[in-house]
């Protein structure tokens, strides 16, 4: 399960055996809480790229992977990923977000501007609904 109370039993049970120190891949997104959790607790997580464990022979499930990982990180042959302060990653996120949120915008200007269009409409009401919109969007991101 990936809710934070289980992440947090996990944490608790790492703690209880002793473990101080973790090897994860950092594949998608759903490593990230878990990681935080981790790393906020004091244990020392290495982030391993998966492509750099990806190519090992006789790996078959989740399983062999972990175990895998587990030994290749007892034995020093895993190097971390650089990960920046949590502050860094934070404002890169939001910076993405707001990069895909312009990107939408962007989209659905083109979708008012072909229902104009399929409506003989003048491009001067596009240009006030757009810059409307776009205008909409800076206050909302106290850019003006």
């Known amino acids: 399960e990936t809710f934070t109370e289980d992440l ?20 998608g997104v759903y490593w990230i809480p878990l990681f ?15 492509q750099h464990v990806k190519h090992v022979p ?3 499930s989740d399983v062999i992977d972990c175990q895998w ?8 042959l895993l190097r971390a990923s650089f990960r920046p302060e949590q502050r860094i990653c934070a404002i890169r996120s ?37 810059a409307a919109c776009w205008l909409a969007m800076a206050c909302a991101f106290n850019v003006l």
């Open 8 to 27: 947090q039993r996990l944490k608790n049970w790492l703690q209880q055996c002793g473990i101080t120190t973790v090897a994860m891949e950092s594949t």
């Open 36 to 50: 935080q959790i981790l790393e906020k607790a004091g244990m020392e997580v290495c982030l391993v790229n998966a």
């Open 58 to 60: 006789r790996r078959k």
């Open 69 to 76: 990982l587990q030994y290749l990180h007892s034995v020093g």
């Open 94 to 130: 939001l910076l993405r977000h707001r990069d895909s949120l312009v990107q939408m915008a962007a989209a659905h200007v083109q979708h008012m501007q072909k229902a104009l269009t399929r409506l003989q409409q003048t491009s001067r009401r596009l240009q006030v609904v757009e």
